[in-house]
Every structure is written in structure tokens, then in C-alpha cells.
Nanobody, 121 residues
Framework: VQLQASGGGLVQPGGSLRLSCAAS????????IGWFRQAPGKEREGVSC????????YYPDSVKGRFTISRDKAKNTVYLQMNSLKPEDTAVYYC???????????????WGQGTQVTVSS
């Protein structure tokens, strides 16, 4: 059972990246999936989640309107589309199975390996 995050990289401010969270050994359909990030010296922050039914998504104010989470069941993958990136978005991004509601997310179960996102000119 494994979650693997990918798609990070170096991007200029205002640019876009799409992160992928792929699962092996289990089907993501039955799980709420979330994305967290952690910058050096800062606490881990939940930046998005999608419920198992895809009926609920959550974004904190820091990313609302810029990040979009989605699920491709055929590919057993969850995506995080990040637009209008800012230097303060620089962090290691992790995907995980979570408890997700319209009001927030909480890690519950599996963690994926992180992917580095660096926003810099």
C-alpha cells in the first residue's frame, strides 16, 4: 500500500503546477484524499481535500481560488492544480488519506512521499 506524490518543481511566481497523488495497492475511490504542505521552519498545513464521494472539497483562504483538487478514478489518482503560484507556496507537498469536510481536513491513515514545490524568480 503506497501513495506517491509527484509533479513538483521550480516555477516562477504566477506560474502553475499540477501535482499528482497516485495509489498502489489500494483504490483511492473509497478514501478522502488531502494535500498538506510543510515549509522549512513552519508547521504542516492542510491545503486541500476531496471527500470519498467527491461531494465535498476544502481549501483554506491561503489557496482558495488558486488551487483545485480533482480525482480521476480510472487512473486511481488525485490531482492538485495550483495556479497563480506565490513564493509563499514554496514547500514540500504531501498527499494523504484524510477525514475531509467543507470545514477542513485531518490526516487519517496513509501518508505519501512528498514532492518539492519551489516558487521563485
Amino acid at each position: 500500500v503506497q501513495l506517491q506524490a509527484s509533479g513538483g518543481g521550480l516555477v516562477q511566481p504566477g506560474g502553475s503546477l499540477r501535482l499528482s497523488c497516485a495509489a498502489s495497492g489500494f483504490t483511492l475511490d473509497y478514501y478522502a484524499i488531502g494535500w498538506f504542505r510543510q515549509a522549512p521552519g513552519k508547521e504542516r498545513e492542510g491545503v486541500s481535500c476531496i471527500s470519498s464521494s467527491d461531494s465535498s472539497t476544502y481549501y483554506p483562504d491561503s489557496v482558495k481560488g488558486r488551487f483545485t483538487i480533482s480525482r480521476d478514478k480510472a487512473k486511481n489518482t488525485v490531482y492538485l492544480q495550483m495556479n497563480s503560484l506565490k513564493p509563499e507556496d514554496t514547500a514540500v507537498y504531501y498527499c494523504a488519506t484524510v477525514l475531509c469536510s467543507d470545514y477542513g481536513l485531518e490526516h487519517f491513515g496513509y501518508w505519501g512521499q512528498g514532492t518539492q514545490v519551489t516558487v521563485s524568480s
